[in-house]
């Protein structure tokens, strides 16, 4: 399975915006459609973006629709994560995760992901 390490979390206030980091390290990463998913305290882990193996077709859950951007580097084997307008409702774990099969998107449930970085931590003050 590929190694995934997220960077990029921390303490901002509301309205605020952050960048998150997702880097692979396996050399097929461009055969692999990425997502992002997050968990806050006490709830379910839930789809927030995600993108094609070629980064040609990316989606988005309504709760961060308009104010996210996901993108990826070829060549650095990164996936990024763009959060705008931050509000408290965002505070989570912030998880990178790969599909199980290459070709693979554009799924949103957690059993169709075979990795998974460790998470990163995104709090948002109001």
């Known amino acids: 399975q590929v190694q995934l390490v997220e960077s990029g979390g921390g303490l901002v206030q509301a309205g605020g915006s952050l960048r998150l980091s997702c880097a692979a390290s396996?050399?097929?990463?461009?055969?692999?459609?990425m997502a992002w998913f997050r968990q806050a305290p006490g709830k379910e882990r839930e789809f927030v973006a995600g993108?094609?193996?070629?980064?040609?077709?990316?989606d988005y859950a309504d709760s961060v629709y308009g104010r996210s951007f996901i993108s990826r580097d070829s060549a650095k084997n990164t996936v990024y994560l763009q959060l705008d307008s931050l509000n408290p409702e965002d505070t989570a774990v912030y998880y990178c995760a790969s599909y199980s099969r290459r070709w693979q998107y554009p799924t949103h449930q957690a059993a169709d992901f075979g990795s998974w970085g460790q998470g990163t931590q995104v709090t948002v003050s109001s």
């Open positions: 396996d050399r097929t990463f461009n055969q692999y459609g």
């Open positions: 993108i094609s193996w070629s980064g040609g077709a990316n």
